[in-house]
């Protein structure tokens, strides 16, 4: 069965500090790999995705993230976070043969200071 | 402008009770999702629909929910008798693109949340 495990439930930094949000993965195929952010209230918006090819994909927002098969990892990095990145990240994986079900880590629980 | 919609953005409904849950998509997509977050809580997966039947389900999704497109736009989650633990923020997703697209590639709507009292 897939699972995701997002080890850090919440994270602070300050404005214009380096992020980097934690993502591994179970599957057991070459997975397909995604980002959601959810704003407080709001539903989930797509940050980026992972597919196959070059293992660095760039995102929406200035984000991107690299997938690590060697570490069954999929880590967000953002190299100066705004305050308004502020929000709740979720790790997501999908494959196989299903019509595309999604499993989602816990989530991560951005904090900026100014 | 998003995908798609939900109706109602809020739901408080008694133990027991019925509820129907919708999700309107812009275009005429062929794949949805619906999927809950109780408070706190991870997203789950409950149910996927392709051509008008279901191609999956979890075991959350069990009798007590139903999925149907009854006019070939409306999505609807149907929970014949609610209980307390269905109390959560429900999601409804699409896949972009006319022709079913990638079905790795969901837009979610922006959630009913159900209060079960």
């Known amino acids: 069965a897939q699972s995701v495990t997002q080890p850090d439930i919440h994270i602070t930094v300050s404005e214009g500090a380096s992020l980097e949000l934690r993502c591994n993965y179970s599957?057991?195929?070459?997975?397909?790999l995604f980002w959601y952010v959810q704003s407080p209230g709001q539903g989930l918006q797509l940050l980026l995705k992972?597919?196959?090819?070059?293992?660095l994909v760039q995102g929406i927002k200035g984000f991107e993230a690299e997938f690590k098969r060697s570490q069954s990892s999929f880590n967000l990095r953002k190299p100066s976070v705004h305050w308004s990145d502020a929000a709740e990240y979720f790790c997501?994986?999908?494959?196989?043969?299903?019509?595309?079900?999604?499993?989602f880590g816990q989530g991560t629980i951005l904090t900026v200071h100014p | 402008e998003p995908e798609v919609t939900q109706t109602p953005s809020h739901q408080v409904t008694q133990m027991g009770q019925e509820v129907i849950l919708r999700c309107v998509p812009i275009s005429n997509h062929l794949y949805f999702y619906w999927y809950r977050q109780i408070l706190g809580q991870k997203v789950e997966f409950l149910v996927s629909f392709y051509n008008n039947e279901i191609s999956e389900k979890s075991e959350i999704f069990d009798d007590q929910f139903s999925v149907e497109r009854p006019d070939g736009s409306n999505f609807t989650l149907k929970i014949r008798s609610t209980k307390l633990e269905d109390s959560a923020m429900y999601f409804c997703?699409?896949?972009?693109?006319?022709?079913?697209?990638?079905?790795?590639?969901?837009?979610f709507g922006p959630g009913t949340r159900l209060t079960v009292t």
């Open positions: 997703a699409i896949v972009k693109g006319l022709a079913g697209g990638d079905p790795y590639e969901q837009y």
């Open positions: 997501a994986v999908g494959g196989g043969t299903s019509y595309g079900k999604l499993t």
């Open positions: 992972y597919f196959s090819g070059d293992t």
């Open positions: 599957y057991g195929a070459t997975p397909y």
